[in-house]
């Protein structure tokens, strides 16, 4: 079988980490080249892995002509850089979140459906050991008629002080919520089959990145006077089939655990479904 050619755009720790070593261990798979904006990042992990280096990820896939590509650039480029491949007619996987909003998401899904190539976020977790759990215990009817979804992702302190995630442009001009909240609202909605939302609300809040005492607990350093994102939310979505949803994320709270703690429950009128961490077996009771 051909190898399948891929390049990789951002390769940050995560895009090295992530994307590009775990692709230099398939067999059927070939990386062709990187791309980043940051000379000499693209240089250095360009020799890492002996292949070939771009910072215009135009001109790698103009040059190259790879089959498909992970996005791995800050958050606030995802969308763009998503629509400008798959434009080119390259298949895409792009780390979460696909995009900031809702009319650049839209926008790179019908570019997606138009070219017709693929496009896959990586919302890892679906397929930990927790969720594949819980959505097989759904799919065989365990929970019955699900009514209430609540989904917690929160670390006492783990705000991520790099400009990536909190510069407002490029992280999409959201904090916690986008970060992390979108791993929670994404692995629900999976578990709950993708029901339609008819009314969401809820609040945002920043209440320690401002704060110049919290650059010395939490990841990274920062400068608290440009602090402008929420570091927790709080939201309540129900949807059409009359679930409820109710999320809280935070990078930072006075919450009692020390880590970041995960917590995924599904309550339906047969069983609960709940699930600690990514990796923990998911309890039915
Ligand atoms: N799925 C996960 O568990 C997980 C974990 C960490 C990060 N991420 C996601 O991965 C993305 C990157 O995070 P990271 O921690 O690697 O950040 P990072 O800052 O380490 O890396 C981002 C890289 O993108 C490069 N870049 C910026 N603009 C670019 C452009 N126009 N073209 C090419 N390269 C460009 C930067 O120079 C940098 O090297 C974020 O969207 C983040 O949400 C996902």
Wanted: charged residues 25%; glycine residues 12%.
């Amino acid at each position: 079988m051909d190898k399948v050619r891929v390049g990789v755009i951002g390769v940050g720790g995560h895009g090295r980490g992530r994307h590009l070593i775990p692709y230099t261990k398939l067999s059927n798979v070939e990386v062709v080249a990187v791309a980043d904006v940051n000379q000499r990042r693209a240089e250095e992990v360009g020799r890492e892995f002996k292949v070939k280096y771009y910072t215009d990820y135009m001109e790698m896939i103009e040059r190259e002509n790879p089959d498909a590509v992970s996005i791995v650039t800050p958050t606030g480029l995802h969308a763009k850089v998503a629509k400008d491949v798959l434009s080119k007619g390259v298949h895409v996987l792009v780390d979460k979140p696909l995009g900031a909003n809702l009319s650049e998401v839209v926008d790179v899904v019908r570019t997606a459906k138009a070219k017709g190539k693929v496009l896959m976020v990586g919302y890892w977790s679906r397929f930990s050991p927790a969720l594949k759990f819980g959505a097989e215990a759904m799919s065989l009817g365990m929970v019955g008629e699900p009514y209430l979804a609540y989904g917690y992702l929160v670390r006492r302190r783990g705000i991520p002080g790099s400009p990536t995630f909190i510069d407002k442009q490029l992280s999409g001009g959201r904090g916690a919520l986008l970060d992390i909240g979108c791993y929670i609202l994404d692995n629900l909605l999976s578990l709950l089959n993708f029901p339609r939302p008819v009314t969401v609300s809820g609040a945002t809040y920043t209440k320690f990145g401002r704060n110049p005492e919290e650059v010395k607990f939490n990841w990274g350093s920062w400068d608290p006077s440009k602090f402008e994102l929420e570091d927790y939310a709080v939201g309540f979505i129900r949807f059409e089939n009359g679930v409820s949803m109710i999320i809280e994320v935070g990078w930072a709270a006075n919450v009692s655990h020390v880590g970041e703690v995960g917590i995924y429950r599904v309550l339906g009128n047969k069983g609960g479904l709940e699930g600690r961490g990514h990796e923990a077996v998911t309890e039915m009771t």
